[in-house]
């Protein structure tokens, strides 16, 4: 599968993104879904996942009820809502993918995901 992360841009502190994360070349509701995150000199870090279905997520404990993750199986898209963005949320965002139908608990690694989007980068301003 292909992926292909848009959305980043430039954000003030306190306001919202949407990224979303295009996939093509699979069968998308197969696949468990990531977002990860680099910062400049740092590095890359789990932000969320999604089960295949849509109905579980995990969040890294700094983004708990600021970013919402969510997919949409008939536009092979999975998207996520970033909201109260502070300075530290500035980063690459990578989404992620892994073709498996276990528990969003088990794969909060890197090493866990067989397909990578090329990133897109989100700076917010202080």
């Known amino acids: 599968v292909q992926l292909q992360a848009s959305g980043g841009g430039l954000a003030q502190t306190g306001g919202s993104l949407r990224l979303s994360c295009a996939a093509s070349?699979?069968?998308?509701?197969?696949?468990?879904m990531a977002w990860f995150r680099q910062a400049p000199g740092k590095e890359r870090e789990f932000v969320a996942n999604?089960?295949?279905?849509?109905?579980?997520?995990l969040y890294t404990d700094s983004v708990k009820g600021r970013f919402t993750m969510s997919r949409d199986n008939v536009k092979n898209t999975a998207y996520q809502q970033m909201d109260s963005l502070q300075p530290e949320d500035t980063a690459r965002y990578y989404c992620a993918a892994r073709r498996t139908t276990n528990s969003v608990s088990y794969y909060f690694n890197e090493r866990g995901f067989d397909y990578w989007g090329q990133g897109t980068l989100v700076t917010v301003s202080s």
């Open positions: 999604i089960n295949w279905s849509g109905k579980n997520t």
């Open positions: 070349g699979g069968t998308f509701s197969d696949y468990l």
